[in-house]
């Protein structure tokens, strides 16, 4: 199935205007978002074997999504100047020190699992995927990872291409972050309410991306989970404003400066505190597992 979607995706960099606002269909690509759901619905655990209510983790959704599209417009337009001169800055370098494309794609699911293409500057060696396969990130130790690229991922400035989602409709400035479609009807599965993330737009940072580190085992993903799903339901103008400061001031980051940006503007939380902790069942005991590596993808 997966497969199919992803041949669906046009093809890289198409010239086309987005609508104003987007439009999206919501019926369009309900049976994916059915067919996940669906796989999940019985779910028991394996200490209790009750079923998972997975309804009564559907978040109520922010109304401030209906005009979250002009506020990210807006943004752009402001910081295009800096993020444009940074995006073409570290292009030149990335060409300068490594072989291969500067620019590199990977499929992605948005709102209501609808696949599109994602576009980062390449961070990594040209083809770091054709032999390990689709494998979950493996943080500093990774080899794959070029001189250039652990500056870019440190500072998350390989993601700044994303914007040219963001004006497509694709993506949003703040959100969950998109999961790429060999992993998703896993985590599907194995973490009840994981759906409910693409209920809006993915983002280029978030709530749970500046609490939280790079998912390695579906503990992580638990965790992240909780703090999407808050988000979802408060997300605010204001509030959007002050992860974009955090985001900003996280760019300077050190060891003992990781987390005084998030507590001056109130958004440093730990997903244990979230009042969604308890839904979704994180202050249980959860084993921490690796996915094994799904089938190979050209990755950059």
Known sequence: MYQEMIRS?????????????PQTNPDLF???????????????????????????????VSKYFRIKWYVDVAV??????????????FML??????????????????????????????SM??????????????????????MVGRVMRRLHIDELPQIYNVWRGEMTVIG?????????????????GYEYRMLVLPGLTGYAQLNLPADVGLEDVHRKLVLDLEYIEIASFWFDMRI???????????????????????ICRNAEDSPWAAKIGLLDEHESVELAPAVSKKDG
């Not at 990977?106 to 500057?121: H, S």
């Not at 060696?125 to 070029?146: F, L, N, Q």
């Open 9 to 21: 995706v046009p093809p890289r960099w198409p010239l086309r205007f987005p609508r104003f606002p």
């Open 244 to 266: 974009l400061a955090g985001t900003a001031f996280k760019f300077v980051r050190s060891r003992y400066f990781d987390r005084l940006p998030l507590r001056m503007f109130g």
């Open 93 to 122: 370098l990335t060409k300068l020190t490594s072989k291969g494309p500067i620019i590199y794609t990977q499929t992605r699911c948005g709102k209501d699992g609808k696949p599109f293409r994602m576009y980062k500057i390449r």
């Open 30 to 60: 309900q049976p994916i978002f059915h067919i996940m759901r669906q796989n999940t619905e019985h779910q028991t655990t394996e200490e209790s074997k009750t079923p998972v209510d997975r309804e009564r983790l559907r978040p109520n």
């Open 76 to 89: 752009m337009i402001l910081t295009l100047p800096i993020i444009g001169t940074t995006i073409l800055f």
């Open 176 to 192: 969950p972050r998109p999961e790429r479609p060999e992993f998703i009807e896993k985590l599907s599965t194995d973490v009840p």
């Open 125 to 146: 060696i040209a083809d770091a995927e054709s032999k390990s396969g689709v494998t979950w990130a493996k943080g500093g130790r990774d080899p794959r990872i070029t």
